[in-house]
């Protein structure tokens, strides 16, 4: 009774902020108007500028999450190889940017890249041509990776903490070179890790509005932005919880693959 007792108020937190906002977009993706059951909440996805919407979506998520990887599991390596524990100082500094609100970074890079930004001040004071980089696809993939990078390198930093020495030093004993050993032991051990952190990556980075509607200027539309405006702008809740069902699909394909590939949880973050 006491472990009941205890579990109520998580039961409580998960029927109030899941369970009863999950139904209410099912509800209102699957009907019309009138209540009425129907499919063309979700078909919408298909006309020309939700499709459109999505593919930028997909396609930005997509080459954040790579350059994500290919800037944190270098990263992750150096973490791991300094034989550092998960309460030192330096993965402390390195996770700080994380407890900042994430409006208030997407705003201070937004301050950063604009015409009269600091950085265009700095160019223009060292006589250098200034970087017109704000309002553009590459704004919005920086903010991604500047915001996500720290969920990368996190899960993949986590499973190389747990590879055995003794698995490395036994590969070289047997006359394997450095990349003969990253091939065929530390990649495929540390793979729940990246998969577990391409999974956190291009999750939010999928779904996000917030950075295409500061660094993008609103120019660029993610399947995000349409459904934020279709809530907010155009008050049709019914087409918005459509398009959401359709982002909820994405996510559940990233679910199956993380239990798939990370089965035992070893690549779950810090």
Known sequence: MNRKALSAPYLFWITAFIVIPLGMVLYYGLTDKTGAFTLENIIAIATAEHSKALWIAIKFSLESTVICLLLAYPLAMILAGMQISQHSFIVFIFILPMWMNFLLRT????TLLEKSGVINNILGFLHLPALNIINTPAAIILGMVYNFLPFMVLPIYNSLTKIDPNVINAARDLGANSVQTFARITLPLSLPGVISGITMVF?????????????????????????EQEFTQAGNWHLGSGLSIVLMLFILINMILTAIFDKDGEGNAL
Not at 212 to 224: A, E, P, V
């Open 203 to 227: 999750v939010p980075a999928l779904t996000t509005f917030v950075i295409s509607t500061l660094l993008g200027g609103s120019k660029i539309l993610l399947i995000g932005n349409v459904i």
């Open 107 to 110: 705003l201070a890079w937004q």
